[in-house]
């Protein structure tokens, strides 16, 4: 579609892909949106209950995470107030205005 901004104008990511590229899907709702920012490359890790090892696709770390979806939301949101530490860095590559975005679409879902 003309005119139509992509993730890559967005967040700066080159390999990030357009809102037309996903028409054919059906947009469920889901309570955890944050996956479709991350890459699974792994399935769940043996001896861990819902850990499963995952890219970030802002490419802010080349190795991959093993961790459950609260570390996902960690890495992309960065440390919320009132809530203890995971021990996982906050995305490098994620400016404050993207964070409060993503924030934004969890909160919806």
Known sequence: MAGEE???DF???NNA???SDFEDEVDEPTK???WKYVTVVGSYTKGFRGTKTWLCNFNCREAPFARSY???RAHLLGQQFGHKS???STCSRLSKEMQMTLKHEEDKA
């Open 17 to 19: 892909a357009k809102a």
């Open 70 to 72: 609260a570390h996902v």
């Open 11 to 13: 967040f700066g990511s």
């Open 6 to 8: 992509g993730y890559s």
């Open 86 to 88: 995971k021990g996982i």
């Open 32 to 34: 955890t949106p944050l």
